[in-house]
């Protein structure tokens, strides 16, 4: 079983009810989260949301003003960052600019005294892991933002911490690079088995990356799981609406059988059909959040599916991979279809204008409390 499925696993860092307080603002409210060894865990949340100021808690650069944290067995909770087992990454602009790639890198070992000939093979090997060989040479001005970002990884891991705090380690990088960093990443904490934690405000990164996330508003974690469980479970309307986009029903549950559901959504004009039983009672208030890739967009009734409505497609985006259309039901909701774009031909694709029948199946919603 995976570590966080395993009642018998003992994680590696533990948070306690640990909360941060400014003054009379709370930046941290009462989080407690388990992240096992091995792992790389995305802390995920808007601007603002305590997600640094929970990293420089593990790091020890804050102090908690209540709770605790636990790392490899050990209470941590107000030893300070240098006598911790941890390393913390900054941005790429925490490399001191008078120094080489190599000096840099080796800092950190150097002010430990660690004998040269150790220094240098670390540095060497370190050098190899993020593809820097041919770079030890230069200063941080002469290399590209990418460059700058791996040798502040490589400065990070040199030291061999068991556990590596990361604040939007790919922040200063544009989509393509970022997007080959990530599974860059991915390789070199698996095979350093190092545990990584991960603050970012990027949702994509966090699905890319993450054994299992986070998701953080207003100082709190509302949601902690795989990627796979937090965009196909969302347990909010805040998770479901944050990670990826998604269609919101607004209605209240009509009946709820042992094995299916109806909720009632007269802002839809529509009955939902659930294929699984719903918690709650019958009349509750409750949205249902239908992800855009899982509605069919036909034009007529296929006669198969429990959910069908009419509406008309009013907008399309044309996002080569795929096609978002925005379809206006009879009752003149807004409803957002992904369809993805498997002809080369453009012919047979509903335009603006058309008339649609939107579909899906019983498990395509997620019913969560109004
Ligand atoms: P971002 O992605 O914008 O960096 P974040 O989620 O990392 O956001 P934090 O840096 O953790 O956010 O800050 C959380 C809240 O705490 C913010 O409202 C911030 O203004 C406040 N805060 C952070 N550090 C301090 C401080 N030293 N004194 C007072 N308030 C602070």
């Not at 992904?338 to 080369?344: E, H, K």
Request: proline share 5%; glycine share 10%.
């Amino acid at each position: 079983p995976r570590p966080w499925e395993d009642p018998a696993a003992t994680p590696f860092v533990r948070v306690e009810g640990v909360t941060k307080r400014f003054g009379s603002f709370t930046a941290v409210q009462d989080v407690s989260l388990d992240i096992y060894r091995g792992e790389l865990f995305c802390l995920l949340g808007g601007s603002g949301c305590g997600k640094s100021t929970l990293l420089r808690m593990l790091a020890g650069f804050e102090d908690v003003s209540a709770g605790r944290v636990i790392i490899d067995g050990r209470d941590q909770t107000g030893v300070p960052p240098y006598l911790r087992d941890t390393n913390m990454m900054f941005q790429s602009y925490a490399l001191f600019p008078h120094l080489s790639v190599e000096k840099n890198i080796a800092y950190g070992l150097r002010r430990e005294g660690l004998p040269r000939a150790e220094i240098a093979t670390r540095v060497t090997d370190m050098l190899s892991l993020v593809q820097m060989q041919g770079f030890a040479a230069r200063r941080p001005h002469q290399l590209s933002g990418g460059q700058r970002q791996r040798v502040a990884l490589a400065r990070a891991l040199v030291k061999r911490p068991k556990l590596l705090l990361l604040d939007e380690p790919l922040g200063a990088l544009d989509r393509k690079l970022r997007e080959e960093t990530q599974l860059e990443l991915i390789k070199i904490q698996q095979s350093l088995g190092i545990t990584f934690i991960v603050v970012t405000h990027d949702q994509e990164e966090a699905m890319t990356l993450s054994t299992r996330l986070g998701v953080m508003t207003e100082g709190r974690i509302v949601q902690t799981g795989t990627p796979h469980e937090i965009y196909e479970f969302p347990r909010s309307r805040f998770v479901a609406d944050f990670i990826g986009s998604v269609n919101l029903f607004d209605g209240r549950i009509a009946v709820d059988g042992t094995d299916s559901a109806t909720i009632a959504c007269p802002g839809a004009g529509m009955d939902i059909h659930i294929s699984h039983s719903v918690a709650g009672t019958v009349g509750q208030a409750v949205t249902v959040a239908i992800r855009p890739e899982k509605i069919e967009m036909l034009a007529s009734p296929s006669g198969t599916r429990p959910n069908a409505v009419e509406g008309r497609v009013e907008e399309v985006a044309y996002m080569g991979n795929l096609s978002v259309y925005h379809v206006r039901l009879d009752s003149g909701m807004i409803v957002r279809v992904n369809m993805s774009n498997r002809s080369r031909y453009d012919d047979d694709v509903p335009r603006p204008g058309a008339s649609v029948v939107l579909e899906w199946d019983g498990s395509a919603g997620v019913v969560l409390e109004g």
